[in-house]
């Protein structure tokens, strides 16, 4: 059976355990099976962490870490006590200083030795035949690691704020600009709808008013689909 089948049976059966929030707890006496089902999770974190930090998808990375380490902390003494070991504790440290500090290259490093002291835990406590690795492959093909948020920002800003005020109209007044609402502006009126901006990218139709047309920027389906995430996500800041 191939790898990617087997993650995802292995999720479907613990779905019942693990909904939304909710954390691995293992009281006194826990059995094997429930430690396998918190290594097992654990595994999905490291997955998820890793194509988070890959692709500087900081605010993710740093969930899934916040993740592990509560998923940590409710493990009670168990045969692999170096869960909570010192240098467990200094791994998380450093990866937790990579994602604060957006450094890719030190997250890679701080990574690799986590991995490193999961496989050595794994060995020490006979369990050497578990070996983990740095992922190749994400077998959560639902799930954008890439920040799109981010993604879209930049391309808002690079296609439309030729013309659009992107945040200080004071310091944003070109000659050659036609008066153009800022990204806040558009998101924080009543009439916005993701569907319609959407519509307006991916359509030929370029008149916005009585004598105004908007140039047709070039952009494939990921791009609009960032940009859209983009002003609902300033469409919910504006609204809190």
Known sequence: MKFRTLMVAAIVAMLPQFKAGAQVNLPAGSTSTQLSDLMIA?????????????????????????????????????????????????????????????????????????????????????SGSITIQVPVNSPFSDQLFADQIAQGRALARGTCGLCHIVSDASRETPAFRVPAPSFSEIASRPSFSANDLRQLLTSSHRRVGPDQAMLKPKLVEYQIDAIVAFFETLQASRAR
């Open 42 to 126: 654990l595994q999905f974190q490291h997955i998820k962490l890793w194509f988070a930090g890959k692709l500087g998808n900081w605010d993710l990375a740093n969930y899934e870490l916040r993740q592990i380490q509560a998923s940590l902390r409710k493990a009670t003494p168990s045969p692999s006590e170096s869960l909570r070991s010192p240098q467990t504790t200094e791994q998380l440290q450093a990866l937790d200083r990579a994602i604060q500090q957006k450094d890719g290259a030190a997250f890679a490093k701080a990574y690799s030795d986590l991995t490193n002291g999961c496989n050595a835990c794994h060995r020490a406590s006979g």
